[in-house]
């Protein structure tokens, strides 16, 4: 199994740009997860989803926006790209909240630059 | 207002020393508490958990302390090797809700 992988590792983007990172995950979870990583800020929610076709917003959810159309895929979508949005991305799957014991698993990330 | 506080960024440890990592916390109404371990350049990986039951689990050089009275959990690691320098979160499972993270403690273990 590959567990949970994001593309891409890297991008690179000016102003006002967009771009959408791919999450797949191989474990069948329903629950999958995006954040992000900022110098002393740990790890903020973006967005969630709790099955397919489900999405939620998170703890810092502007300027995101997110799509969950197969289990296996979530989609986070930057619309109109923004320096504070330079960060390291991480996504994330578990099985089900409601299990008695939940371990999120997490992808490597993706470390985006605004310009 | 933050529900799960790790007060501090950095921790420097010798090598085969006890290392202590804290962590606080204000919503009593939990399931679980994790900890999580990061690399740099990677992705975190869980390391250990507690349920709100327990006031102790232990996983080899690895056991946590909670003390449901002071709000307050611990990862004690012993001994401590340098390929323990990571990023430690400690997060909190709290019914259907997602896991709440800590701004993380970067744990140095000097040979």
């Known amino acids: 199994n590959a567990g949970v992988t994001q593309t891409p590792k890297f991008r690179v983007l000016k102003t006002g740009q967009s771009m959408t990172l791919l999450c797949a995950q191989d474990?069948?979870?329903?629950?999958m997860y995006w954040y992000r990583q900022d110098p002393g800020m740990g790890l903020r929610l973006i967005h969630y989803?709790?099955?397919?076709?489900?999405?939620a917003k998170g703890e810092v959810p502007d300027g995101y926006n997110v799509s969950r159309l197969k289990k296996q895929n979530f989609l986070l979508g930057l619309e109109s790209a923004a320096p504070s949005q330079t960060s390291v991305y991480f996504c994330?799957?578990?099985?089900?909240?409601?299990?008695?014991?939940?371990?999120?698993?997490f992808g490597p990330g993706t470390r985006l630059t605004v310009l | 207002d933050q529900q799960v506080k790790q007060n501090s960024p950095s921790l420097s440890v010798q090598e085969g020393r006890i290392s202590i990592l804290n962590c606080d916390y204000t919503?009593?109404?939990?399931?679980?508490f994790l900890w999580y371990k990061k690399y740099p350049a990677e992705g975190p990986t869980f390391l250990i958990s507690?349920?709100?039951?327990?006031d102790k689990n232990e996983d080899g050089r690895f056991t946590v302390f909670l003390n449901k009275s002071a709000k307050h959990l611990s990862l004690h690691i012993v001994p401590s090797q340098p390929g323990d320098s990571a990023v430690y979160f400690c997060?909190?499972?709290?019914?259907?809700?997602?896991?709440?993270f800590g701004k993380g403690t970067r744990l140095s273990v000097i040979a």
């Open positions: 474990m069948n979870h329903e629950y």
């Open positions: 989803s709790v099955g397919e076709g489900t999405t």
């Open positions: 994330a799957s578990s099985y089900n909240e409601r299990a008695d014991f939940n371990e999120q698993f």
């Open positions: 997060a909190q499972r709290a019914g259907n809700t997602p896991l709440v």
């Open positions: 919503n009593s109404m939990f399931d679980y």
């Open positions: 507690i349920s709100s039951i327990k």
